[in-house]
């Protein structure tokens, strides 16, 4: 993957963050309610599933962005980072 390539999904990945916060700030337990209708689907795919590790590593991935996303898993604030210095 080239650096356009990792810049574009880092992008789209920040996006799916931002609006699943702002859907949770609109509808509490949106998250939540996503999670699990994500691990009831991975648990219907069958086991002979074409490509199954792939499709089980886009389900642990997606699940990964909705747990940064869900409330209950908040990670504690942090310190505006330092400003770079003048010369």
Known sequence: ?????????????YLMHMLL????????GFVRTTIARVVQDHAGIPEDAPDKLFVDSVFSEVLNILRRAD????LPEL?????????
Do not use: K
């Open 1 to 13: 993957m080239d650096r356009n390539q990792n810049a574009q999904l880092g992008a789209c990945t």
């Open 21 to 28: 916060e702002e859907m949770e700030r609109r509808q509490e």
């Open 71 to 74: 409330p209950a898993n908040a």
């Open 79 to 87: 310190p505006p980072a330092p400003r770079p210095r003048t010369s």
